[in-house]
Antibody
Framework: EVQLVESGGGLVQPGRSLKLSCVASGFTFSNYGMNWIRQAPGKGLEWVAYISSGSSYIYYAETVKGRFTISRDNAKNTLYLQMTSLRSEDTALYYC????????WGQGVMVTVSS | DIVMTQAPLSVSVTPGESASISCRSSKSLLHSNGITYVYWYLQKPGKSPQLLIYRMSNLASGVPDRFSGSGSETDFTLKISRVEAEDVGIYYCGQLLENPYTFGAGTKLELK
């Protein structure tokens, strides 16, 4: 069974940093591209970043480019999102999702940016 | 960025009846490889989104065949036949043709 479990969220002050993790199981993690997608409270879905299976290709939404860094450790079956210079508008539920088609999603981890 | 426009924003359906949701893209989603990169997702209340339809008309694994997707290069439709209580939630279309990947605003399906 494919499972994606996010962690690392919480309450953080504007301008600070936070690192999210997503641990994958039930499939060969190193074979798949992965994404981060977020959902602000009561809002729709916003794709944030993508990383290919071998980390050769990385893409970001303009809203996070230069502040967020997506990475992965295939030996640990783990996807990361390093978030810096956080803003109130980054407040959202952050999901990791598998493949370029988002065929599996984690349960999400909440990030709240507030003073 | 490619803009995805969904209609209606909400729909109320009698169980057993059909429902259709429309999605329009600001640019053709037909790739030169012949694949149309529009996808449909359902977010049930309090749950993570789940993939329903990929590449415009292909049913994702485990999705009931009451769901179907169709369309052209820029206009797409998700049809749900014989709506059931478990179909309640917010439906999103998304384009995965090019970065940044973008989604429609969502269509909330409720039961009458």
């Amino acid at each position: 069974e494919v499972q994606l479990v996010e962690s690392g969220g919480g309450l953080v002050q504007p301008g600070r940093s936070l690192k999210l993790s997503c641990v994958a199981s039930g499939f060969t993690f190193s074979n798949y591209g992965m994404n981060w997608i977020r959902q602000a409270p009561g809002k729709g879905l916003e794709w944030v970043a993508y990383i290919s299976s071998g980390s050769s290709y990385i893409y970001y939404a303009e809203t996070v480019k230069g502040r967020f860094t997506i990475s992965r450790d295939n030996a640990k079956n783990t996807l990361y999102l390093q978030m810096t210079s956080l803003r109130s508008e980054d407040t959202a539920l952050y999901y990791c999702a598998r493949k370029e088609c988002f065929d599996y999603w984690g349960q999400g981890v909440m990030v709240t940016v507030s003073s | 960025d490619i803009v995805m426009t969904q209609a209606p924003l909400s729909v109320s359906v009698t169980p057993g009846e059909s429902a259709s949701i429309s999605c329009r893209s600001s640019k053709s989603l037909l790739h030169s490889n012949g694949i149309t990169y529009v996808y449909w997702y359902l977010q049930k209340p309090g749950k993570s989104p789940q993939l329903l339809i990929y590449r415009m008309s292909n049913l994702a694994s485990g999705v009931p065949d009451r769901f179907s997707g169709s369309g052209s290069e820029t206009d797409f439709t998700l049809k749900i036949s014989r709506v059931e209580a478990e179909d309640v939630g917010i439906y999103y279309c998304g384009q995965l043709l090019e970065n940044p990947y973008t989604f429609g605003a969502g269509t909330k399906l409720e039961l009458k």
